[in-house]
């Protein structure tokens, strides 16, 4: 993953897709992107997500900048952990937002195994 998606994933607004008897997509604002290019999302109300994850373990991230229309999908695999230094980052993040009101329980660190521009133009839909 080169720093161009690094960076546009770190700015903007990920929506996360998963499927199993039924797709499921969601938009997510707690997240973030480790130095080895795994994305990292806080568990706040990922029930659906999770319990499709469960059934295939696949997931997609997509993500834009609505001004230039730059983009990217990411595809691949999720793992969920509910303690560690990832999830207790999360929880204060969630907590602070929502003054103690909400919490997160969890959070998913997705391994990315293609990343296909969506961006208009001649590299649309290249890895």
Do not use: C
Not at 51 to 64: D, F, Q
Not at 78 to 107: C, R, W
């Amino acid at each position: 993953m080169n720093e161009q998606v690094r960076t546009l994933l770190k700015e903007q607004m990920w929506y996360l897709a998963t499927y199993a008897e039924e797709p499921n997509a969601v938009p997510v604002a707690f997240k973030d992107v480790t130095d080895d290019g795994k994305l990292l999302v806080g568990d706040v109300f990922l029930e659906t997500t999770l319990n499709n994850l469960n059934e295939n373990g696949k997931i997609a991230v997509s993500a834009s900048n609505g001004e230039t229309l730059e983009g990217y999908q990411i595809k691949g695999s999720a793992e969920y952990i509910t303690e560690g230094p990832i999830v207790d980052t999360f929880k204060k993040l969630v907590s602070d937002m929502f003054h103690g009101g909400v919490t997160a329980k969890g959070a998913l660190i997705i391994t990315p195994e293609k990343v296909i521009v969506t961006t208009l133009g001649a590299d649309n839909k290249k890895e």
